[in-house]
């Protein structure tokens, strides 16, 4: 824990990884066991330890809660969410990160976890929406402002059943996803070292709300190739193989 007399930093991590068999974006939650949050889903949170830097408690934070080691490079900082009202019983402010899994790993729950589950990713015109046998979870809707978001947090937090100020976080989450699409995707580090231009359209496709059958592979290829790099075929498929790409290497953090 680090804090002082009344301040609390928190270390959230949004886990992303892709769904090859359903071909849908997931997303990692959390449900809690311990007060004041018990049975309520959330983002993976931990508290910061004085002897570690924040990349360091947000790598720890996977291995606890799904135990698998990342390199530094699958994870980058989000934001840091500061409001004086995002807690309503003490001062808190939340680091956060995003970090990109290639493969969906086996989870089991961590300290402070009754159930950890992959959520599926589909969306409404007024959010994007997490969903998980019968839970369906959503964002925060782009018509609420943070500043009334958080003068009424504890309102807002009963009506997407998530946590605290998550639906807040996951917005801004899936925000700087998709403004980031058209020069730096680094989403794309969910589908592996790897991929089909079809794989590309469909993550595309989810965080611009539309089929991905509107979004045509020969123009994509135009718009979007110079983003990629060629690394062979597709094989083992009946017809002819598909190309293969990955992040053009300025883009790719590893």
């Known amino acids: 824990m680090n804090s002082t007399e009344n301040l609390t930093v928190n270390i959230v991590n949004i886990i992303w990884s892709f769904d090859s068999s359903s071909e849908k974006i997931m997303v990692l939650l959390i449900k809690n066991s311990r007060a004041p949050y018990t049975d309520k889903w959330g983002l993976p949170t931990t508290l910061l330890r004085v002897n570690e830097n924040a990349e360091e408690a947000s790598l720890r934070l996977i291995r606890e809660k799904i135990g698998i080691d990342l390199p530094n490079f699958y994870t980058e900082q989000l934001e840091t969410f500061s409001n004086v009202h995002r807690s309503l019983s003490q001062r808190e402010i939340a680091l956060t990160y995003m970090t990109y899994l290639p493969s969906m790993p086996d989870l089991t729950p961590g300290y402070g976890a009754k159930e950890a589950a992959w959520f599926a990713v589909d969306y409404d015109q007024a959010s994007y929406l997490l969903k998980y046998q019968s839970f369906t979870f959503h964002t925060l809707a782009d018509s609420i402002t943070e500043n009334d978001f958080y003068q009424n947090v504890d309102q807002h937090g009963q009506s997407s059943n998530l946590i605290s100020d998550h639906s807040l976080i996951l917005r801004e989450a899936f925000k700087r996803v ?77």
């Open 178 to 254: 998709t403004n980031r699409l058209d020069y730096l995707p680094t989403i794309l580090l969910i589908l592996g070292d790897s991929f089909t231009l079809k794989k590309a359209r469909e993550v595309y496709a989810t965080f611009n709300k539309r089929s991905v059958n509107e979004i045509d592979n020969s123009n994509f290829r135009k718009t979007h190739g110079h983003l990629f790099s060629e690394v062979g075929f597709e094989h083992g498929k009946s017809g002819r193989p598909a190309k293969l790409y990955k992040l053009a290497q300025i883009l790719d953090p590893r």
